[in-house]
């Protein structure tokens, strides 16, 4: 059975920015929910292209937040203490790249 590295003494300057990054996502994606319910039943008479558009950017800000949710927990919780876990990208290897491109 193969053992993780051991766990290093700046453990907070490698696990704070993951776990915070997800958390400020977090709190993010929930002004986003407020903005498309104000949008919903503010801008009833909006053209149907334009509302395929929100309900698309927000489908695809709910899958990102999803696959980070993912990785938080293949890091910090089926990978607890373990540093291999830690320096694996899992889901964000995927949802990095592919979504991220769509809007820059």
Do not use: C, R
Not at 64 to 76: H, P, V
């Amino acid at each position: 059975m193969s053992t993780s590295p051991p766990i290093p003494a700046n453990i907070a300057e490698i696990a704070a920015p993951l776990l915070l990054g997800d958390v400020w996502n977090w709190m993010l994606y929930g002004v986003l929910i407020v903005q498309l319910y104000v949008y919903t039943y503010n801008f009833l008479g909006d053209k149907k292209l334009l509302k395929l558009l929100v309900y698309a950017v927000f489908f695809l800000e709910t899958l990102q937040t999803a696959l980070s949710g993912a990785d938080l927990y293949y890091w910090f919780v089926s990978g607890f203490g373990n540093m291999d876990h830690l320096a694996n990208p899992y889901a964000s290897a995927f949802d990095v790249p592919i979504i991220e491109s769509l809007f820059h």
